[in-house]
């Protein structure tokens, strides 16, 4: 077999990177580090954990789990099978992120330095660091054309090595072995379906791929090829698995603009197809599912207008089970929503995931449950018409209800917006605006396969908890998709990263 090494920035060719303009500045480690925990407790505590056992507050919420970075043992690596990561491979996935899993690309939104001091953070929170160093380190080969021989031959080594036992022998990731997947904490873990559009955890570039297969994800059951196949046959095998893959191409997490087109007329809300929204531009927005799992929406459409006064914010996702669902214990119903930073930031941005107490967020949530009540309340006795209970005199009278006497937005039985306003200082914190203050209108429909959903608000309030605007200014935008039917509800949904929304002057 050929000898095989992976090559990528060096940390000295980062280190000078990061560094270029400030040479005479260059912090030293303990710098560094201290700069990195302080970033780590910002934005990756919330899911990590304090100490980096991946025990954070949201982490019930993910899978698969977030890592547990006192262990040492990374999936994505530029090194044998049960070495350390590099800090290029650890520098390259904060970059990146990890597409199919909660962990998100910091490319966007935090510098080249900031995220060399993460890496350097991280390490500090495993003792095997300190003792070790990387290992097997490989160089990867010049990528050899895809012939269809070489498809053929991959097609081949797919069977051969057993690889449809797990992801199945199409590539749908349905394989016999796939139910009783375990990973090395116990966890179910999900074979990649390779069908999908790439995705792959560790990128999906042909030497990624080509990567993975020669070092094997460490804590999964996927092993490591290297001495088993040759070079030829682990290319092959890469041009094989890549020809599995959807054409869509895949979406990157960060870098989108939602143009707000200034226009002397805005639509009513309830007429997403007028021809003053065929005009704007629109803006393909990839979410991610903090539960992983076939079906999950992964892109949202969105476009936006305002006329010097109010904004409108369009959006489309697919979904081929709406749900209102609303009463039943069983049911959950569809639902999206826009957050904006209440202040914008002058450092760093508010953690992407409902802020935090220094950098609180504004959430324009819009509910299909709700939508559905403009039409007409409904209750118990529409679900169930002959129902026979007790009779209770004073269901509407505040005084016996407390939750109506407290302006409780889902016990009304009046209804006057389908978008909830509400506001969050971090995970498990968000508040609704009382009632006085609920300044948010909107509109759902469900048709030919999809939602859509136009939310309204005036761009500038009196409310010191609503978030601001200004025509030719530009503010961080995050979206939420909630799937009813899939079982979404509360933290349990699709999200993106912070995009940018732009108003045109």
């Given at each position: 077999?050929?000898?095989?090494?992976?090559?990528?920035?060096?940390?000295?060719?980062?280190?000078?990177?990061?560094?270029?303009?400030?040479?005479?500045?260059?912090?030293?480690?303990?710098?560094?580090?201290?700069?990195?925990?302080?970033?780590?407790?910002?934005?990756?505590?919330?899911?990590?954990?304090?100490?980096?056992?991946?025990?954070g507050e949201m982490a019930y919420l993910s899978h698969p789990k977030p890592r547990d970075l006192t262990e040492g043992v990374y999936k994505v690596r530029s090194t044998q099978s049960g070495s350390v990561p590099t800090d290029d491979d650890l520098y390259r996935?904060?970059?990146?992120?990890?597409?199919?899993?909660?962990?998100?690309?910091?490319?966007?939104?935090?510098?080249?330095?900031?995220?060399?001091?993460?890496?350097?953070?991280?390490?500090?929170?495993?003792?095997?660091?300190?003792?070790?160093?990387?290992?097997?380190?490989l160089r990867v080969s010049a990528v050899p054309a895809a012939t269809d021989s070489m498809l053929q031959l991959g097609k081949r080594i797919y069977a051969a090595q057993g690889c449809g036992q797990c992801h199945g022998a199409t590539g749908k990731g349905d394989g016999p072995s796939a139910r009783n997947l375990?990973?090395?904490?116990?966890?179910?873990?999900?074979?990649?379906?390779?069908?999908?559009?790439?995705?792959?955890?560790?990128?999906?570039a042909p030497r990624d791929i080509y990567r993975t297969f020669m070092t094997g994800m460490d804590g999964t059951p996927m092993p490591s090829y290297a001495g088993t196949l040759t070079d030829k046959e682990?290319?092959?095998?890469?041009?094989?698995?890549?020809?599995?893959?959807?054409?869509?191409?895949?979406?990157?997490?960060?870098?989108h603009e939602i143009v707000a087109a200034r226009v002397s007329r805005l639509p009513d809300i309830a007429a997403p197809m007028d021809s003053v929204w065929s005009g704007s531009k629109v803006s393909i927005i990839p979410v991610r599912p903090l539960w992983d799992r076939p079906g999950a929406v992964d892109r949202v459409q969105a476009k936006a207008l305002h006329d010097g006064r109010t904004l409108q914010i369009y959006l489309t996702w697919k979904e081929q089970n709406p749900s209102d669902g609303y009463a039943r214990v069983q049911e959950f119903r569809d639902a999206v929503a826009v957050q904006f930073p209440v202040r914008q930031a002058t450092g760093t941005k508010a953690f992407y995931g409902m802020g935090d107490a220094q950098n609180p967020v504004n959430v324009w949530m819009w509910r299909a449950d709700w939508q559905a009540d403009l039409a007409r309340f409904r209750d118990l006795f529409a679900l169930y018409p002959n129902i026979a209970i007790d009779w209770y005199p004073f269901v509407t009278d505040p005084t016996?209800?407390?939750?109506?006497?407290?302006?409780?937005?889902?016990?009304?039985?009046?209804?006057?917006?389908?978008?909830?306003?509400?506001?969050?200082?971090?995970?498990?914190?968000?508040?609704?605006?009382?009632?006085?203050?609920?300044?948010?209108?909107?509109?759902?429909?469900?048709?030919?396969?999809?939602?859509?959903?136009?939310?309204?608000?005036?761009?500038?309030?009196?409310?010191?908890?609503?978030?601001?605007f200004a025509p030719g200014a530009e503010t961080p935008i995050a979206f939420g998709v909630w799937q009813g039917a899939q079982g979404d509800r509360n933290g349990q949904k699709s999200i993106s990263i912070w995009q940018t929304l732009r108003l045109e002057p």
């Open positions: 077999m050929t000898r095989t090494s992976i090559a990528f920035l060096t940390s000295t060719a980062i280190a000078g990177l990061l560094m270029v303009g400030v040479a005479r500045d260059k912090p030293s480690q303990d710098e560094l580090i201290a700069e990195g925990k302080a970033l780590y407790e910002q934005y990756c505590l919330t899911c990590h954990g304090a100490a980096g056992a991946g025990d996935v904060i970059s990146n992120g990890m597409p199919g899993t909660s962990m998100p690309a910091w490319k966007g939104d935090l510098t080249n330095r900031q995220r060399w001091a993460l890496a350097q953070y991280v390490k500090s929170l495993s003792p095997r660091f300190a003792t070790e160093k990387p290992e097997g380190a375990r990973d090395a904490k116990g966890y179910p873990i999900v074979p990649y379906d390779f069908t999908q559009s790439a995705r792959f955890k560790g990128g999906s682990s290319w092959a095998l890469t041009h094989y698995v890549l020809s599995l893959v959807s054409k869509e191409p895949a979406i990157p997490d960060f870098g016996f209800v407390p939750a109506l006497r407290r302006g409780n937005l889902n016990a009304t039985t009046l209804r006057l917006t389908s978008v909830e306003d509400l506001n969050a200082t971090g995970p498990s914190s968000i508040t609704s605006q009382i009632a006085s203050k609920q300044n948010v209108r909107g509109f759902g429909a469900w048709y030919e396969g999809a939602w859509h959903v136009v939310i309204q608000r005036d761009l500038r309030t009196s409310d010191a908890e609503d978030a601001q």
